[in-house]
Structure formats: C-alpha cells, structure tokens
C-alpha cells in the first residue's frame, strides 16, 4: 500500500491493522488462521489468505466483497494499485492472476441538519 495502512497477518489473531504511526486501528476477522494479508495501494482492497486455504477479498470496513476456497496453500499474494486485481503464487509454482473492473467505495451522506 501507501504506508498509510499497515496490516499484520497476525494467525490466531486475525488481521491486525496500524495507523502509519504504528497506532493500532483494530483487526479484521477473516475466519480463520490468517496466513497472507496485502493491500492495494490507494488503500481501498484488502486482500487476504489463511492457512486453511481460504481467501477473502474486503474493504476497510471489514465487509467481504468476495471470498473462495483456494486449490492449494499460497506462498505469495500480491493486490493490484488500485485493487483490480490479485496475484497468487501457489506453494506448487502456479502463478495465477484474477481480474476485475475496481470497486466503486460507497460514500456516506453527513446526518441533514435539523437548523432550518
């Protein structure tokens, strides 16, 4: 990522989340032992394996965008600049790419204002 956002595959404890400053911002639960965390560089995708071989794909919110069980366990996993696309590298070589057009990051309205 931009260092904004330091993430810590941090096994039983999940992923583990840091402010730029090393401040913790809390961790996400991914379900299961987390084993890979990568995050896009504009800090929007998070990408994540655990040693069950199962990958999560969220956002900063914690809400899971996709999720599958993968083939075999996973040695390397890189997100793409603007979370487009992932990069798998599998424990038996395999080097595998997915794709997809970038999430769109729902914006919050501010509270209207009860001054009329």
């Known amino acids: 990522g931009n260092c904004r956002t330091v993430l810590l595959a ?4 999940g992923l583990q989340r840091f402010n730029h400053r090393g401040r913790a911002q809390g961790f996400y639960d991914i379900g299961g032992t987390a084993h890979t ?10 990408a994540a394996a655990t040693q069950e071989n199962h990958f999560r794909l969220i956002d900063l919110d914690g809400k899971t965008l996709w999720q599958t ?3 075999e366990s996973i ?34 309205k501010p509270p209207a204002s009860d001054n009329q």
Request: glycine share 10%; charged share 10%.
């Open 10 to 13: 941090a096994f039983n404890h």
């Open 37 to 46: 965390v990568s995050i896009s560089y504009i800090g929007t995708i998070i």
């Open 69 to 71: 069980q993968l083939p």
């Open 75 to 108: 040695v390397a996993l890189q997100c793409g600049p603007f979370g487009e696309h992932v990069v798998f590298g599998f424990s038996s070589g395999l080097i595998q790419c997915l794709k997809w057009p970038p999430w769109k990051r729902e914006k919050t």
